[in-house]
Structure formats: structure tokens, C-alpha cells
């Protein structure tokens, strides 16, 4: 079975804190791992994804297999950073199948 | 390039009735993805179709249908609707299905079940 977990609902912080939303996932294949973020308003888009290595809107995610892993960070945060994020796995033998944890809340304050 | 769409964008619906959401892909995408949000289940998986086959099904009863059209144009039908049916369905849409693919979703379509 595949599942995701993202143990935090709410995080709040200040403005030019440092973010770190936690993911852990639960899956005995090699795992295909995104954040997506919902901003106000907006629909669903992807944010990154672990094959990318990239970072976005200074935004970076590290697989880590060995603790089952995928925390998302940002050294600095900026309040328009405020937005849901979930963090999905794609199991490779599902197609486009993403299973999605319960999402967690960032409220950036000035 | 115009996003994914999807219609209606509202509706309510009185138990026991049917339903049928329309979502139209990015043009030349060929796979087609739903998913039912809820407050208390959260994003979960409904089905995929791929040129016209449903690829993926996940662990919703079988009052759940969807098809897809030629075009890639895909519809969800719920029968017989329940209170817990009420919820935001969204639907995504990539080029293909394989891994670099991402996926693009729409702006769902709130369901109300009375």
C-alpha cells in the first residue's frame, strides 16, 4: 500500500523564517515524490518534484530513502509563500496514479 | 496554451440523483486523472483514462464511472448520489502518463449533494 503523511495541519511563521514542512511516505517501490501548492483562490499546481532536483521559488526537496522522507524547505520565508501544500507520491506502477498526503496549511506572518 | 476546464463549476444535486462532471484537457494531452477532495478524506484518487481506456481505478464503489472521449475529453458519472458524495472533484491532465510528465489540474467542480 502507498501512503503519505504530512503531520503538521498548520504551520505558522515569521517572515524571513526558515520553512520546513515534513513528508514521509509508506511505499516498497522506487517512489516518484511532488509538492503541489494551492494558493488562495487558485487551483492545484506542482511546485517540484524529486527527479527535477531544482528549486522553485527557493523551495528545495531531498529524497531521503532512508528515513522514507521528502521535507520541503526554504531558508527565508516571504509572506506570499502563505498557501495549502501537499506532498504526492506516484506509484511507477499506475500511471499517472499520485496518492496525496492531508496537506499542511503555511501562514507566513509580518 | 488554456488550462484545463472544467464544467459545471457548481452543483447541487438532491440524493438518489445522477451526476455528470465534464473536464477538458490541455490541448494534445491524452491522459485524464480524477480525484474527489474532501475535508475529511482529503485528495483521493478516483481513475485515469489514456486514449479512451481507463488505465488506473481507485477504491471508490462502482456508483463511480467516468469514460473518455477521442478528442480526450473526459467525463465522471455518480449514481444514485449519496450525502457523502459532496465534495470538490478535480480532474488533471498530462501529455502522457510516464515519469517527467506533469500533470495540470483544474479548477474542480463543487458538488453539493442534498
Known amino acids: 500500500a502507498q501512503r503519505v503523511t504530512q503531520p503538521e495541519k498548520l504551520l505558522s511563521v515569521f517572515k524571513g523564517a526558515p520553512v520546513e514542512l515534513k513528508c514521509n511516505y509508506s511505499?516498497?517501490?522506487?517512489?516518484?515524490l511532488f509538492w503541489y501548492v494551492q494558493y488562495s483562490r487558485q487551483r492545484l499546481q506542482l511546485l517540484l518534484r524529486?527527479?527535477s532536483r531544482e528549486s522553485i521559488k527557493g523551495f528545495t526537496a531531498d529524497l531521503n530513502k532512508g528515513e522514507t522522507s521528502f521535507h520541503l524547505k526554504k531558508p527565508f520565508a516571504q509572506e506570499e509563500d502563505s498557501a495549502m501544500y501537499y506532498c504526492?507520491?506516484?506509484?511507477?506502477?499506475?500511471?499517472?496514479?499520485?496518492?496525496f498526503g492531508a496537506g499542511t496549511i503555511l501562514r507566513v506572518k509580518s | 496554451k488554456a488550462g484545463v476546464t472544467q464544467t459545471p463549476r457548481y452543483l447541487i444535486k438532491t440524493r438518489g440523483q445522477q451526476v455528470t462532471l465534464s473536464c477538458s484537457p490541455i490541448?494534445?494531452?491524452?491522459?485524464v486523472s480524477w480525484y474527489q477532495q474532501t475535508p475529511g478524506q482529503g485528495l483521493q484518487f478516483l481513475f485515469e483514462?489514456?486514449?479512451?481506456?481507463?488505465?488506473n481505478k481507485g477504491n471508490f464503489p462502482g456508483r463511480f464511472s467516468g469514460r473518455q472521449f477521442s478528442n480526450s475529453r473526459s467525463e465522471m458519472n455518480v449514481s444514485t448520489l449519496e450525502l457523502g458524495d459532496s465534495a470538490l472533484y478535480l480532474c488533471?491532465?498530462?501529455?502522457?502518463?510516464?515519469?517527467?510528465?506533469?500533470?495540470?489540474f483544474g479548477p474542480g467542480t463543487r458538488l453539493t449533494v442534498l
Open positions: 511505499y516498497s517501490g522506487s517512489p516518484e
Open positions: 490541448s494534445g494531452h491524452r491522459s
Open positions: 483514462y489514456f486514449s479512451e481506456t481507463q488505465r
Open positions: 488533471a491532465s498530462s501529455y502522457t502518463g510516464t515519469q517527467n510528465n506533469e500533470q495540470f
Open positions: 504526492a507520491l506516484r506509484p511507477m506502477e499506475y500511471g499517472n496514479k499520485l496518492v
Open positions: 524529486h527527479i
